[in-house]
């Protein structure tokens, strides 16, 4: 059985997959779960949280945008961009613990993005959960 961890992760490749240009991802995502065989509890809960971040991404990014000071979240690489929108749901609009979503997202930084990017993604973060308090 799948761990939410691995949701996660499902869920940042499938938007940036949505960030490379394949906007139908959402469409496309049962199936993609299932091969990754996640099911059940957690396929529901990857589908939650992407269809969230998909229909909240301008949001989303005028949430992030302020808290990167001197870079354009547009130039950020898609891998990290995916992985702060998703940090960035969980935090606005899940009940799950801001500790909890900024350990995943940096995990997830430090197996998919650049050398830097488990530490912009935590400050990142950190500030969105004190902003938003």
């Known amino acids: 059985m799948a761990t939410r961890s691995q949701a996660r992760e499902a869920v940042a490749g499938l ?3 949505f960030d490379s240009g394949n906007t139908d991802i959402l469409d496309a995502a049962p199936t993609l779960l299932e091969e990754k065989k996640i099911r059940n509890a957690q396929q ?12 909240r991404v301008e949001v989303l990014d005028n949430a992030l945008q302020p808290l990167l000071k001197d870079w354009d979240l547009k ?9 702060l929108r998703l940090g960035a749901y969980e935090i606005l609009h899940t009940q799950t613990k801001p500790a909890v ?8 930084a430090k197996a998919y993005g650049e050398d830097n990017a488990p530490k912009l993604v935590n400050a990142v973060l ?3 959960v004190k902003a938003s308090r």
């Open 44 to 55: 529901r809960f990857a589908l939650e949280l992407l269809a969230g971040v998909l229909a």
């Open 75 to 83: 130039r950020i690489g898609c891998m990290e961009r995916a992985i």
């Open 101 to 108: 979503v900024i350990n995943e997202a940096i995990e997830l």
């Open 126 to 128: 950190d500030h969105l």
């Open 15 to 17: 938007l940036y997959a």
